[in-house]
């Protein structure tokens, strides 16, 4: 069982920063896949962002250039570094494991998920 807890989200006015982490319970961390979904209200859950254990990166095409993942296996921790925020980036944002070294973009594909941080984005 893997337990995650998100940190870091907010309001922020639109073009503005936050960084959201994602602090995880486990002793192979580095192993792990880890993704960062979103979902508005009245929308489905969406894929952000991935990293594997090797580091590679993946990206949705709304976010690339404006978004970083990035993993700190020493903090097992998962961050993403929002920036450039546009009000549609505003979501309830959740972090999200796996084991295994693809990158999917589909939810079910991972095993273990947080609660989630909110991000309020305004005009």
């Known amino acids: 069982q893997v337990q995650l807890v998100e940190s870091g989200g907010g309001w922020v006015q639109a073009g503005g920063a936050l960084r959201l982490s994602c602090a995880a319970s486990g002793s192979i961390f580095r192993l792990y896949g880890l993704g960062w979904f979103r979902q508005a209200p009245g929308k489905e859950r969406e894929f952000v962002a991935a990293?594997?254990?090797?580091?590679?990166?993946y990206y949705t095409a709304s976010v690339k250039g404006r978004f970083t993942i990035s993993r700190d296996n020493a903090k097992n921790t998962v961050y993403l570094q929002m920036d450039n925020l546009k009000p549609e980036d505003a979501a309830m944002y959740y972090c999200?494991?796996?084991?295994?070294?693809?990158?999917?973009?589909?939810?079910?594909?991972?095993?273990?998920w947080g609660q989630g941080t909110q991000v309020t984005v305004s005009s």
């Open positions: 999200a494991v796996r084991e295994g070294y693809r990158l999917p973009t589909v939810a079910s594909e991972y095993s273990y």
């Open positions: 990293i594997n254990s090797g580091d590679i990166t």
